[in-house]
């Protein structure tokens, strides 16, 4: 008979005694946990709490056309307390809570007292407060301040923060956040869904002994993500020099504000758009709220004779007239129940259409505009891009107002002629800027272009521009317009004063009434000069706007910021000088 072996059931026996002796180990500690320290473990589990915070995602830059960055994100401090932890302490030590407050008010340049006022209307609110800002979005030195105090009910939690490292340079297009990382206006705004990153969680365990988190305890719920880079046409440096030119001139004249824009003949981009008074971002409480914004989009203006170039291309586009087509302009007509007179009281004057536009004459001109149906007319005016928005689509732009077209011309011939020489309907600066922008490029209007796109952190590019081109007159039209501007430039009054040399020009001045919003107009003049260089070759377009300069309230204010800043614009890219000379046109018959 075969002998069974007893080693197995010895190995069994063993291993069920170790078991036992294991189970048994847990059990004993298991009491003592639940039953022997109890109370000593639920003590320590009350010093420990579960924290989770926000990592916040960086805010994307924005960046001129060479990629100069205009607005970027830097690490900044929420600095933080425990309102809770911080009566504790005093009710432990009496008077440290106050020395706290001292040396906390140092470090962050507040008063002591409002530091213990932040901690007692907390636990008034809610006596288990665990939570309050003391301050928001300080910088590093102030956040090693505070730190070197190890205050242990104070803390502190990284917040990127907003700067602009050129100050009030293209300020009124950027815009700015605020404190709580809003976008306040601006680019900013505009561009926020590009801009904004996407906020991350992190949790940890601290104690609340001395508010330190535990290693080992943090783990990452969601990742943060950056946000994208916005990138403009805008060149930072011209930017800079003409606003420069600007503002030396608005104070030399004592205006109350200017507007310069300056845009590629070819393709609509906005090279700077200056707008005096401007603001810093990094400060924008030091700037009046009236002067945060760009007026170049949100302020429309009688544009007065500048406009005098869009009648006259369409007046030529309709095929009724050409430069040496005459009128007899006497200083008063009173076409219907109309009452159209030109500035100055001049005897009858045989005027060709160039002569109308190197004298500004609103009697020659309505001549000329009556040519044109007004269908004809109102329907050029939207094609130049008058009446509606930009395609930049900044925030508070404005449209612009036409006074409601050939219905309301009808019922008003005033209305009806004025508008023929830029008075009883609105422009913006940049709308102004876009029209002779479609004169310079042969008739083919552009669409404006502020932004180039958004580059996400991927590398993925979105937000490109419209760049669809329309003809909004014939090149023939156009160009015949920008010769007869060529004699503007030649021999009308200000011709000493925006002398280029070595470039032809093709330029208007305006001088237009200020309406009040009640159906009149203010006292108050608003005095522009728009144009392009080289009338040759057109390449780039200059529009210059100043209001209410008191000590030179002509075109003669703007005259000499057109000539420096097309000079710039000129210089700064290498522009060829023009070859032949300007055609020569008669001014009269």
Not at 248 to 255: L, S
Not at 418 to 432: H, K, R
Request: charged share 20%; net charge negative; with cysteine.
């Amino acid at each position: 008979m075969k002998q069974t072996s007893r080693y197995p059931m010895r190995r069994v026996i063993v291993a069920g005694a170790l078991l036992i002796a294991f189970v048994a180990v847990f059990v004993v500690k298991l009491v003592e946990i639940q039953v022997v320290r109890a109370d000593e473990y639920n003590a320590e589990a009350e010093q420990v709490r579960s924290d989770s915070r926000t990592v916040y995602g960086a805010r994307g830059d924005i960046v001129d056309r060479n990629g100069t960055v205009l607005a970027d994100s830097v690490m900044r401090y929420d600095i933080t307390l425990s309102p809770k932890q911080a009566k504790a302490r005093e009710a432990e030590d009496p008077g440290q809570l106050a020395k706290n407050a001292a040396d906390l008010g140092a470090a962050l340049g507040i008063p002591a007292a409002q530091i213990t006022a932040v901690i007692e209307q907390s636990l008034a609110e809610d006596a288990d407060s665990d939570f309050a800002y003391l301050a928001k979005q300080v910088d590093v030195a102030a956040y090693d301040r505070v730190s070197a105090l190890k205050v242990p009910w104070v803390y502190s939690q990284e917040h990127p923060g907003r700067t602009y490292p050129n100050g009030a340079v293209a300020g009124n297009l950027l815009g700015w956040v605020n404190d709580d990382g809003e976008p306040a206006g601006g680019l900013e705004a505009a561009q926020d869904q590009c801009l904004a990153g996407v906020d991350g969680t992190v949790t940890s365990l601290h104690s609340l002994k001395d508010w330190v988190d535990i290693p080992g305890t943090e783990r990452t719920v969601k990742e943060a993500q950056p946000g994208g880079t916005v990138q403009l046409t805008i060149d930072a440096d011209l930017q800079w020099e003409v606003q420069r030119i600007l503002a030396a001139r608005v104070a030399e004249v004592g205006a109350e504000w200017g507007m310069v824009t300056v845009m590629n003949a070819k393709t609509g981009e906005l090279l700077a758009v200056a707008d005096v008074p401007t603001v810093d971002p990094n400060d924008p409480a030091s700037t009046e709220v009236e002067d945060r914004g760009s007026r170049s989009f949100s302020a429309p203006f009688e544009p007065g004779s500048t406009f005098k170039a869009l009648t006259a291309a369409s007046v030529i586009d309709a095929g009724q007239a050409d430069p040496t087509s005459g009128v007899v302009a006497p200083y008063r007509i009173t076409p219907g129940n109309a009452d159209i007179n030109d500035s100055d009281y001049h005897d009858d004057e045989r005027l060709t259409l160039t002569g109308v536009l190197i004298d500004s004459s609103n009697t020659g001109m309505s001549q000329f505009g009556e040519r044109v149906s007004d269908e004809q007319r109102y329907q050029d005016m939207l094609d130049f891009g008058l009446g509606a928005k930009s395609e930049v689509g900044f925030p508070a732009e404005e449209p612009g107002d036409l006074n409601g077209g050939p219905d309301y011309w009808a019922t008003d011939d005033q209305t009806k002629y004025a508008t023929m020489f830029g008075q009883g309907l609105t422009t913006t600066a940049i709308q102004v800027a876009s029209s002779y922008q479609t004169l310079a490029n042969h008739g083919v209007r552009m669409p404006v272009q502020l932004v180039q796109g958004c580059t996400d952190a991927d590398g993925t590019v979105t937000g490109k521009p419209d760049q669809t081109p329309r003809e909004v007159v014939s090149a023939k039209a156009a160009d015949e317009t920008t010769a007869m501007l060529e004699r503007v430039y030649l021999e009308g009054w200000l011709a000493d004063q925006w002398n280029i040399p070595g470039y032809r020009v093709a330029a208007k001045t305006g001088t237009a009434q200020v309406a009040d919003g009640q159906g009149g107009y203010r006292s108050e003049y608003l005095v522009s000069v728009s144009g392009y260089a080289p009338a040759d070759d057109p390449q780039y377009v200059v529009s210059v706007s100043i209001f209410d300069a008191v000590k030179m309230n002509s075109s003669a204010a703007s005259a000499p910021v057109f000539r420096d800043v097309m000079s710039q614009v000129l210089k700064k890219y290498r522009t060829v000088p023009s070859g032949a000379p300007a055609p020569e046109l008669p001014a009269s018959w």
